[in-house]
């Protein structure tokens, strides 16, 4: 009797030590995200959402890491900075997530900036203007090309063709107010003029009035377009029907099969910056993007039978980066973690080649961008 | 005596206010009372307008945006004394208000909801588009509120700034509604021809309680962007107008406690309906519609009659 209590005893005590045990083991690793998956940037949110739970679910079938599970937590901040900025404090202070890895604009990214900075946590935005990394700020990395780096390449492409004289029209959104900025100091660094300078709403349905103004400016010899979504698709229809023939360049916000649908047989000649993950198809079998920018791109079509877009490639990124970050500090202390992500160093991605430092929270060169051109509805290489 | 059973209201939000900290388990839950707090605020304000006097203000966040913005541009581009800016949003938003009261509140219905709408959006526009001083769509970051070396940091901290501001704004719709001035407003919502044949002035008065409630606003635009620490033209674009327009509806028209509820639960809401995965957006307006289907005057009137209480207690 007494031997059989004895027995009961330390079984359940064994039962009891090793479900704490492996719920100790089970834990999972919190990675938090707020992003903009309703209103006006939900073009953005939506793809980078979808990814990062296919991602995780993906890891986690894989064996998760570090031998624990992923749990994705995640907010929709409606596009708006200020609910961004209250979600964030409900992931640091409430769901105690062991990184952010979001923020879908720019303004939600700036909004949780300062939050993260003071509670220490490691973050990944995927938002695209320069100040988000400039000055580089101690928690904060982001995954998206830069605007500047947009430009830069443009006008490289453009003074290969020995156009000098540009007229900008850009988009009055916070991606188009920023390239605005960028493109304006870049133009000046290599020696580009800025003939015109328009800009049009976000909202937006007829771009003819700054059109016809850049086509009686004199010595105009190309037309650089920074904008996001349908406005630049309208550009090219009213270009075509302006009868306008001067090489048409667009930023990189662009970068999607929409782009092409939207704006027709007047997409033809278009040039524009954009990822590998676009022209994933069209790769050199040697490049080193070719293999992750493929699987990435079945992965994606296969679950939600919808294009991919560059946006969920930077929330794969993102993740991934977190999670190389995780399997090499061997922890998921925050202190080492954030080490560890700066310590990125040749990481291949969506986005291209990442070698982070010190003074580089992005780590994206001019390598990252491809110029393409569009002919014959499709996306072509310019050599 | 009789003064302190006249503010046994305000003893119990004191009381409430008090006693909220002990129950609050972190900062991610402070963040919500002061947010609360600070629409709360807006809301009453406005529900003097809306409920009180009768006319409608669909640009309200218009004046949260220029309070907001005067305390991120002044002391970031001019070396303003933050209160100071402050200060100067509030004084910009009521002259503002008041210089376009007047030829606004000419109109009434629908053509009064067009053209304080289309104030709050030119508000928007020129804030998106005055990128060098505002920083554009993406926003610019604001300095923290300091006085005299003491700087106001930290969940904890705001929520008592808030907590006495509330209080204050609590005590002084009170007071205001029971005033000869609550009463003008009241009879001008009431009648308009009548009031004025009784010697209301109702021109000075609409214009009045327009000015005060954007008062209000500007001064919690300016408290926000100090709390938040940046700012974004979101916050004084349309759908924040409506957020606060539905606040009061909700919460009940022409009640003051209506005000603080409607506040208190459209803030909540979306915290709690977040887990719905995708859904909270249709959960969300399914709460309201079934709120305006079933309590057509809002939450605290049509409880306040369900219960059986008379209505001059409940305002």
């Known amino acids: 009797m007494v031997k059989h209590s004895l027995r009961k005893i330390v079984t359940v005590a064994a039962i009891a030590f090793g479900t704490s045990l492996s719920v100790f083991a089970a834990d999972p690793i919190k990675i938090g995200s707020v992003l903009s998956v309703t209103g006006p940037a939900a073009f953005l ?11 995780v679910e993906k890891i986690n079938k894989e064996g998760g890491v570090l031998g624990r599970q992923l749990q994705l937590v995640h907010y929709d901040d409606g596009s708006d900075a200020g609910k961004a900025n209250g979600f964030a404090k409900r992931l640091i202070d409430d769901d105690k997530v062991d990184i952010i890895v979001g923020g879908t604009v720019t303004g939600s990214t700036m909004s949780m900036i300062p939050l993260v900075e003071k509670a220490e946590m490691p973050f990944i935005s995927l938002a695209g203007a320069v100040v ?44 188009g107010a920023s390239g605005k900025k960028e493109t304006e100091a870049m133009a000046s660094k290599m020696g580009i003029t800025l003939v015109a300078n328009e800009t049009y709403g976000p909202k937006d349905t007829d771009m003819t009035p700054q059109l016809t103004k850049i086509k009686n400016t004199a010595g105009v010899q190309a037309v650089f377009v920074f904008g996001l979504g349908q406005g630049p698709a309208l550009v090219n229809k009213n270009y075509k029907q302006l009868g306008i023939t001067l090489p048409l360049y667009h930023a990189h916000g662009v970068a999607s099969e929409e782009f092409i649908k939207l704006s027709g047989p007047a997409a033809e000649g278009v040039r524009l910056p954009a990822a590998a993950l676009l022209v994933a198809d069209k790769l050199a079998a040697k490049d ?17 039978k919808e294009d991919v877009s560059t946006f969920g490639g930077h929330a794969y990124d993102g993740l991934m980066m977190a999670v190389d970050a995780f399997k090499r500090a061997g922890s998921i202390d925050k202190a080492k973690v954030r080490d560890a992500i700066e310590a990125t160093n040749g990481y291949i991605g969506t986005g291209g080649k990442v070698n982070m430092s010190a003074t580089d929270h992005m780590g994206l060169d001019q390598s990252a961008f491809r110029m393409l051109e569009i002919k014959n509805g499709d996306w072509s290489l310019v050599k | 005596m009789s003064v302190l059973k006249r503010n046994y209201p305000l003893m119990i939000l004191a009381a409430v206010l008090l006693m909220l900290p002990l129950v609050l388990p972190n900062n991610y839950y402070y963040d919500i009372a002061i947010r609360m707090a600070i629409n709360a605020i807006i809301v009453l304000g406005l529900n003097l307008l809306i409920g009180f006097a009768g006319q409608i203000s669909l640009g309200h966040a218009g004046f949260v945006g220029i309070g907001a913005y005067a305390s991120a541009i002044l002391p970031t581009h001019f070396g303003w004394h933050p209160l100071l800016a ?69 969940e904890k901290q705001w929520y008592w700034v808030l907590a006495v501001l509330l209080l204050f704004s609590f005590w002084a719709a009170r007071n ?31 214009v009045a309680i327009f000015v005060l409630s954007a008062f209000f606003a500007s001064l919690m635009g300016s408290v926000t962007a100090h709390y938040i620490g940046f700012v974004t033209p979101n916050i004084a674009d349309f759908f924040h107008s409506i957020e606060l327009m539905t606040m009061v509806v909700v919460g009940g028209m022409a009640s003051i406690y209506g005000s603080l509820i409607g506040a208190v639960l459209l803030t909540a809401l979306p915290q709690a309906l977040s887990t719905f995965e995708g859904w909270e957006t249709v959960a969300f307006g399914s709460i ?28």
């Not at chain 2, 001008?188 to 109702?202: T, W």
């Open chain 1, 45 to 55: 949110g939506d793809p980078e959402l979808k990814t990062l739970q296919l991602y």
């Open chain 1, 132 to 175: 988000i990394v400039e000055p580089v700020k101690k928690w904060v990395f982001k995954t998206p090309h830069t605007d500047r780096m947009a430009a830069e390449k443009v006008f490289d492409d453009m003074k290969k063709r020995n156009l000098t004289k540009v007229a900008l029209l850009s988009e009055t959104s916070g991606f």
């Open chain 1, 288 to 304: 080193p993007q070719k293999p992750v920018v493929t699987a990435y791109r079945k992965a994606y079509h296969d679950r939600f």
């Open chain 2, 86 to 154: 402050t200060a100067a949003g509030a004084a910009i938003a009521s002259a503002i208000a008041a210089i376009v009261a007047r030829p606004i509140f000419r109109l009434k219905g629908h053509y009064l909801a067009m053209a304080t709408l289309g104030l709050g959006i030119i508000t928007a526009i020129v804030i998106k588009n005055e990128a060098t001083y505002t920083g554009g769509p993406d926003g610019m970051p604001v300095a923290a509120l300091g006085l005299m070396g003491f700087e106001i940091s930290g």
């Open chain 2, 176 to 206: 205001l509604i029971d005033s000869p001035f609550g009463r003008a407003l009241r009879a001008l919502h009431g009648s308009e021809v009548a009031s004025q044949v009784m010697g209301v002035d109702i021109v000075r008065y609409k």
């Open chain 2, 288 to 315: 309201l519609i079934l709120c305006m289907i079933f309590m057509p005057k809002g939450l605290v009137p049509t409880l306040a009659a369900r219960f059986g209480r008379n209505g001059q207690e409940d305002r």
